[in-house]
């Protein structure tokens, strides 16, 4: 990820980068993209309104999903990836607002006993 430009460390540049969001992320996408609206107590953000128009610039999915106008500010999802060491690995993904500021935390966990949970073991063995 330090290989990548700070601009382009976003899940939303991700998603609807170069090539089109997989199948599999397209719910993934529909979130991100709602979510992203619910920043609108923001209209003067110049940074939000760059993002936005970059994405429907090179993104027909995001400019499909940002018109079609749906809000919800996320709280919990699950997402699916595949770790170069790892494999593949599923992480309930937590959102936690944090008072006083327009920031969240964001914590992954998996289940414990899951495969998911014993390959996070094995990751923080490795890095150990």
């Not at 540049?13 to 992320?25: H, I, N, S, T, V």
């Not at 209209?43 to 090179?58: F, Y």
Request: proline share 8%.
């Amino acid at each position: 990820m330090s290989e990548t430009p700070p601009r382009e460390r976003n899940t939303l540049r991700w998603l609807f980068g170069e090539q089109a969001a997989p199948a599999d992320k397209l719910q993934l996408a529909r979130k991100c993209v709602a979510d992203l609206r619910a920043t609108g107590r923001y209209p003067g953000d110049a940074d939000i309104r760059t993002l936005v128009d970059d994405l429907k610039e090179r993104s027909p999915l995001f400019a499909e999903l940002w018109a079609t106008r749906d809000i919800e500010v996320q709280r919990t999802l699950t997402k699916h990836m595949t770790h170069p060491i790892a494999g593949p690995i599923e992480l309930d993904c937590d959102f936690l607002p944090i008072a006083g500021a327009d920031q969240r935390l964001v914590l992954y966990t998996a289940a414990p006993g899951t495969p998911s949970h014993k390959a996070l073991q094995r990751l923080r063995e490795t890095f150990a």
